[in-house]
């Protein structure tokens, strides 16, 4: 009865952090559908550019996971002051690590060609790099706003909000790509310059939203604008730092893997293009409910009801589960015909069902390593985790790949399989130290 009731609440929150992350991955979609379209070496540029964006963009994604952590421990210990600080100081981190982004990166387009990727996808890559650089900016903005939403156990607005800003997305692309409605063909550009409006537009609605929220109010910052206080910024580092080392292991393994396909030509780079935008699409469901179980394990924790700990962590494992099962079968029957959606050149079609049927295959220790991993952080254990994941990748992972890539003469199907031996590495690395930290004890011990 207890792992009912943690999964029924479980999914609560987390029905709409699942759709709403799965929305968010529609931007990247409907660029991938639109841009394969325009044809294989524009594609090949979008895979580079993504492969170069997803690193630093996942990097913050990571640094303001703490948000989530200490405004659920607040909520459930009733201290608001404390929740409002955390939101503040959150989206400050937010801000200035876009703009310091965008300024590293603007150096890194210039240099582009160093990369060892076919000249022709390098020239089309730069420009479209910058744009999407810049967009990171109010991406990782709202993205702390969200979090501190979600952790109040607010989720459908800010769901609304991040859905309207994929519509508002796809019809720009619709009219900025190919020219339509008097504005003029951006072309493979206007892919970038639409997700930039759109991500810009979901930080408008954010803040207009939290500043009316009168059920919010008291754990919404009366001032946004502010002295920082240090003590909040390092505390939120103490989780965000090394989960985002953690999840940049993770996420520099599979854009690695992106750049190494440049090695074996353009059709290589389109087939992996589409099979990471059909894996991530397929990872924001598990991703979502990670971030549930974020929450829920940090309020339990945060109010010291140590006996909830492992019901909810079971009942995370089991829905984690589920999902991966129902999305193995998805890409074994459907492989190569969501493939065709994307392109029409046979020879890519052919080798995204082959990378298709490894996502498959690893999907379940996928989705079991990222509950994991976002249940430790809901207890403050992120540290330890960070090694685990760069273990799992950079030294199982990505050699395994090479090896199976050059060594055998694999090509793009041993990179896939490199990647498939990291995530079960960090699957049973991860599962254990969770199933450790969530026995029945004082909740001051588990940090």
Same mark, same amino acid.
């Given at each position: 009865?207890?792992?009912?009731?943690?999964?029924?609440?479980?999914?609560?929150?987390?029905?709409?952090?699942?759709?709403?992350?799965?929305?968010?991955?529609?931007?990247?979609?409907?660029?991938?559908?639109?841009?394969?379209?325009?044809?294989?070496?524009?594609?090949?540029?979008?895979?580079?550019?993504?492969?170069?964006?997803?690193?630093?963009?996942?990097?913050?994604?990571?640094?303001?996971?703490?948000?989530?952590?200490?405004?659920?421990?607040?909520?459930?210990?009733?201290?608001?002051?404390?929740?409002?600080?955390?939101?503040?100081?959150?989206?400050? &981190?937010?801000?200035?690590?876009?703009?310091?982004?965008?300024?590293?990166?603007?150096?890194?387009?210039?240099?582009?060609?160093?990369?060892?990727?076919?000249?022709?996808?390098?020239?089309?890559?730069?420009?479209?790099?910058?744009?999407?650089?810049?967009?990171?900016?109010?991406?990782?903005?709202?993205?702390?706003?969200?979090?501190?939403?979600?952790?109040?156990?607010?989720?459908?607005?800010?769901?609304?909000?991040?859905?309207?800003?994929?519509?508002?997305?796809?019809?720009?692309?619709?009219?900025?790509?190919?020219?339509?409605?008097?504005?003029?063909?951006?072309?493979?550009?206007?892919?970038?310059?639409?997700?930039?409006?759109?991500?810009?537009?979901?930080?408008?609605?954010?803040?207009?939203?939290?500043?009316?929220?009168?059920?919010?109010?008291?754990?919404?910052?009366?001032?946004?604008?502010?002295?920082?206080?240090?003590?909040?910024?390092?505390?939120?580092?103490?989780?965000?730092?090394?989960?985002?080392?953690?999840?940049?292991?993770?996420?520099?393994?599979?854009? &690695?893997?992106?750049?190494?396909?440049?090695?074996?030509?353009?059709?290589?780079?389109?087939?992996?293009?589409?099979?990471?935008?059909?894996?991530?699409?397929?990872?924001?469901?598990?991703?979502?409910?990670?971030?549930?179980?974020?929450?829920?394990?940090?309020?339990?924790?945060?109010?010291?009801?140590?006996?909830?700990?492992?019901?909810?962590?079971?009942?995370?494992?089991?829905?984690?589960?589920?999902?991966?099962?129902?999305?193995?079968?998805?890409?074994?029957?459907?492989?190569?015909?969501?493939?065709?959606?994307?392109?029409?050149?046979?020879?890519?079609?052919?080798?995204?069902?082959?990378?298709?049927?490894?996502?498959?295959?690893?999907?379940?220790?996928?989705?079991?390593?990222?509950?994991?991993?976002?249940?430790?952080?809901?207890?403050?254990?992120?540290?330890?985790?960070?090694?685990?994941?760069?273990?799992?990748?950079?030294?199982?992972?990505?050699?395994?790949?090479?090896?199976?890539?050059?060594? &055998?003469?694999?090509?793009?199907?041993?990179?896939?399989?490199?990647?498939?031996?990291?995530?079960?590495?960090?699957?049973?690395?991860?599962?254990?130290?969770?199933?450790?930290?969530?026995?029945?004890?004082?909740?001051?011990?588990?940090?």
């Amino acid at each position: 009865m207890n792992l009912f009731h943690e999964s029924r609440l479980t999914l609560r929150l987390a029905l709409p952090l699942m759709i709403g992350q799965l929305s968010q991955m529609l931007m990247g979609v409907v660029d991938t559908l639109m841009v394969g379209h325009l044809g294989v070496t524009q594609l090949a540029a979008l895979t580079f550019a993504n492969s170069l964006f997803h690193i630093p963009f996942v990097f913050g994604i990571g640094l303001l996971s703490g948000i989530s952590v200490f405004t659920s421990n607040s909520r459930g210990a009733n201290d608001a002051a404390s929740a409002r600080g955390s939101c503040r100081h959150g989206l400050y &981190l937010a801000t200035a690590l876009g703009l310091v982004l965008f300024a590293i990166t603007w150096v890194v387009s210039m240099h582009l060609d160093l990369l060892g990727q076919p000249a022709a996808v390098t020239a089309q890559t730069t420009l479209f790099y910058r744009i999407l650089m810049a967009s990171a900016v109010p991406a990782l903005a709202s993205i702390a706003l969200k979090n501190h939403a979600d952790a109040l156990n607010r989720p459908w607005p800010s769901f609304w909000i991040f859905l309207g800003g994929v519509g508002l997305n796809i019809v720009l692309n619709w009219v900025m790509i190919r020219g339509r409605l008097g504005c003029p063909a951006f072309g493979f550009e206007g892919a970038a310059w639409a997700t930039l409006i759109s991500r810009t537009a979901i930080l408008v609605a954010m803040f207009v939203w939290l500043a009316h929220a009168k059920d919010l109010r008291e754990w919404v910052p009366y001032h946004w604008f502010r002295a920082p206080d240090f003590k909040d910024l390092r505390r939120l580092l103490s989780i965000g730092l090394p989960a985002s080392v953690q999840m940049i292991c993770e996420v520099c393994a599979f854009s &690695l893997a992106g750049l190494i396909m440049g090695r074996f030509g353009s059709d290589s780079m389109a087939a992996h293009q589409i099979a990471i935008t059909l894996a991530a699409t397929a990872f924001m469901i598990p991703l979502g409910l990670s971030m549930a179980l974020t929450v829920r394990i940090g309020e339990a924790h945060g109010a010291g009801e140590s006996q909830r700990l492992r019901p909810i962590a079971v009942s995370g494992w089991l829905l984690g589960a589920v999902i991966s099962i129902i999305a193995a079968a998805l890409f074994f029957v459907f492989g190569k015909f969501l493939a065709s959606l994307f392109i029409d050149a046979p020879q890519v079609i052919a080798l995204a069902g082959q990378l298709l049927m490894i996502v498959g295959v690893f999907q379940l220790v996928d989705s079991l390593q990222v509950v994991s991993a976002a249940m430790l952080r809901g207890l403050q254990d992120a540290r330890v985790p960070a090694i685990m994941g760069f273990a799992s990748y950079w030294l199982v992972g990505l050699p395994v790949g090479a090896g199976l890539a050059f060594g &055998l003469h694999l090509q793009a199907i041993g990179v896939w399989w490199g990647l498939a031996a990291g995530l079960l590495i960090a699957c049973i690395t991860l599962g254990p130290r969770l199933w450790r930290k969530t026995r029945t004890r004082p909740a001051a011990t588990l940090a």
